[in-house]
């Protein structure tokens, strides 16, 4: 497997949108610009992406977009996961054709499936493409509970590794027990468990925060490498304080009105999802001055 592909800090890239609800795709440019020289690596229509408020057309070429901006300076992840197998597949080759480092595709959500059927699932995308192939396990988006003996099924096939964003540190050291795979590569899901996460073996985070955010993050992560206990937790409660901020709020829009404060224009998120209020943003802008990360006059989003 390329080293580059899960190591360090990755950014889960949102998509932005235009005030009527169009892809735009030039605004991802200017965030993707932003991200590739402070991150390690960029995961593309995940949970922050709008994955599954998009068609299979526009994920294809959100996917490009990104790839076309960044993959000569970092890894990119494609998150190719859908309900049913054949869309799935169909975006995981055309993830492969146009570049993608990895391709990550999340349990089959809205039907619960039996481990035979999850196994076949994975199976078929591992036969597709010759690219790295995680297993995004989100156990708030799918019925079918990801066990530590199915994981197991699933290196044996070929699956590369998880992006485990059960936030679950028992639940994890769990899976690491049974999977006897050295190769198998183990990512948390959430800047919030990257530091512990890193004592147990685990080398990379698919990071929220870090969207707007980067340098924080990826400041947590270095001190942890070099072993600074010390500035690693100083670090880490910072991380925390900050997500906090932005997790008071539906997440989505809330990582909108941060990457304003930062200077960046992302538009803005697809219905259902609304705005921040002018209350709600004015709170965001406050906590995250006073927290020291952003500034006071935030750029505004044209139309």
């Known amino acids: 497997m390329d080293e580059r592909v899960l190591r360090g ?25 932003f991200l590739r020289t402070r991150v390690q690596g960029l995961f593309v229509c995940g949970t922050f992406g709008s994955a599954a408020l998009l068609s299979p057309r526009e994920r294809r070429k959100v996917l490009s977009v990104v ?13 190719v996961g859908c309900a049913d197998t054949a869309t799935t597949v169909d975006l995981a080759r055309h993830a492969e054709r146009t570049g993608a480092h990895a391709v990550a595709a999340v349990i089959p959500y809205y039907h619960e499936h039996t481990a035979a059927a999850t196994m076949h699932h ?22 079918t509970r990801l066990t530590a003996e199915l994981l197991a099924d699933l290196a044996a096939v070929g699956v590369a590794g998880i992006k485990d964003s059960g936030n679950d540190l028992l639940r994890l050291d769990q899976f690491k027990r049974k999977v006897n ?11 919030a468990l990257l530091l512990p996460a890193m004592l147990m073996g685990c080398r990379a985070a698919i990071s929220g925060l870090s969207i707007a955010f980067p340098e924080q993050v990826v400041r947590l992560y270095e001190a942890a490498v070099a072993g600074d206990m010390g500035r690693a937790a100083e670090s880490h409660d910072l991380v925390m304080k900050m997500r906090a901020v932005i997790h008071r709020w539906p ?5 909108h009105e941060a990457l304003r404060l930062r200077g960046i224009d992302s538009g803005f998120p697809r219905r ?8 709600q943003t004015r709170q965001v802008r406050e906590d995250l001055v006073e927290l020291g990360v952003a500034a006071r006059d935030p750029c505004e989003p044209e139309a």
């Open 9 to 33: 800090v990755i950014s889960a890239v949102l998509t932005p949108f235009t005030r009527t609800g169009a892809v735009d795709y030039t605004r991802l440019r200017g965030l993707c610009r």
């Open 67 to 79: 790839v076309d901006e960044a993959a000569d300076y970092l890894a990119v992840t494609a998150h």
């Open 122 to 143: 994975f199976s078929a995308i591992v036969e597709a493409v010759s690219v790295p192939v995680f297993v995004y396990d989100y156990p708030k988006a799918h019925p």
């Open 181 to 191: 795979a050295p190769s198998f590569q183990f990512v948390v899901g959430t800047e």
């Open 251 to 255: 997440h989505i829009p809330a990582m």
């Open 272 to 279: 259902p999802f609304l705005p921040l209020s002018p209350e």
